[in-house]
């Protein structure tokens, strides 16, 4: 019983660890994503202006 209770916890720990990277590689991608778009928009204010 004790081996089963040690085996579920570290399964429900395996899943923990799971969903954390999964919601920290959509946080990254995210985080790309707004990166990306305010570069991009700064770039092109950048082109207005010495263009």
Same mark, same amino acid.
């Given at each position: 019983?004790?081996? $089963?209770?040690?085996?579920? #916890?570290? !399964?429900? $720990? &395996?899943?923990?660890? /799971?969903? !954390?990277?999964?919601? $920290?590689?959509?946080?990254? #991608? ?10 991009? &928009?700064?770039?092109? /204010?950048?082109? !207005?202006?010495?263009?």
């Amino acid at each position: 019983d004790r081996l $089963t209770h040690k085996s579920t #916890v570290v !399964l429900k $720990t &395996q899943r923990l660890l /799971y969903k !954390l990277d999964n919601a $920290t590689n959509t946080f990254l #991608v995210l985080h790309k994503l707004i990166y990306i778009i305010i570069y991009g &928009q700064a770039w092109s /204010y950048v082109q !207005l202006i010495y263009i």
